[in-house]
């Protein structure tokens, strides 16, 4: 099972602000690594698939990059909205799996 | 608009059964592989089960496998999720998405529903 590890588990940020969050894989999973944003009480969203392709109706401030191991989600510039939990999935092995999540709080 | 809406979910003894529905409309049902995620309270996403397109190929975790069973039926656009033996372990809100064009990846998921395993 290829076990992806999200950090930090906490990212405590003001609007305005730069997020960096990083997904890394137990084994590499090509670029075929998605992230959603999940808020309290609702289902998740998908954000980013394989690796760097933004999803239908993500606005360009977030960005996905990286490949094999090593993985990161960024918001450029972090509205009021976008503070919430983000996960890492990987559909490169069965079984399909998911990161810890990264909680992204308002500082 | 691509509507995914569960059913089934409910508060039932260690050991019960379940059968959870979700209803898929807004796109052609039988085209898309679906999947079942679950996150228990306070957890993270933990994927269930998937199914392939016509339903010939399904997977499981571990966690679950001669537990649960996946299953749809596209003349009714509807996917379903067997839950036997269930464990205390096993309560969360289960939710089904959908997988774009046979990628496992969720561009579209249901509101969940809630599966709570308790004496």
């Known amino acids: 099972e290829i076990v992806l590890t999200q950090s930090p588990a906490t990212l405590s940020l003001s609007p305005g602000e730069r997020a960096t969050l990083s997904c890394r894989a137990s084994q590499s999973v090509s670029s075929y690594l998605a992230w959603y944003q999940q808020k309290p009480g609702q289902a998740p969203r998908l954000l980013i698939y394989?690796?760097?392709n933004r999803a239908t109706g993500i606005p360009p401030r977030f960005s996905g990059s990286g490949s094999g191991t090593d993985f990161t989600l960024a918001i450029s510039s972090l509205e009021p909205d976008d503070f919430a939990v983000y996960y890492c999935q990987q559909r490169s092995n069965w079984p399909l799996t998911f990161g810890g999540g990264t909680k992204v709080e308002i500082k | 608009e691509v509507q995914l809406v569960e059913s089934g979910g409910g508060l039932v003894q260690p050991g019960g059964s379940l059968r959870l529905s979700c209803a898929a409309s807004?796109?052609?049902?039988?085209?898309?592989?679906m999947t079942w995620v679950r996150q228990a309270p306070g957890k993270g996403l933990e994927w269930v089960s998937s199914?392939?397109?016509?339903?010939?190929?399904?997977y499981y975790a571990d966690s679950v496998k001669g537990r649960f069973t996946i299953s749809r039926d596209n003349s009714k656009n509807t996917l379903y999720l067997q839950v036997n033996s269930l464990r205390a372990e096993d309560t969360a809100v289960y939710y089904c998405?959908?997988?774009?064009?046979?990628?496992?990846?969720?561009?579209?998921w249901g509101q969940g529903t809630l599966v709570t395993v308790s004496s």
């Open positions: 807004g796109f052609t049902f039988s085209s898309y592989a």
């Open positions: 394989d690796a760097s």
């Open positions: 998405a959908k997988a774009p064009a046979g990628r496992y990846y969720f561009d579209y």
């Open positions: 199914i392939s397109s016509g339903g010939a190929n399904t």
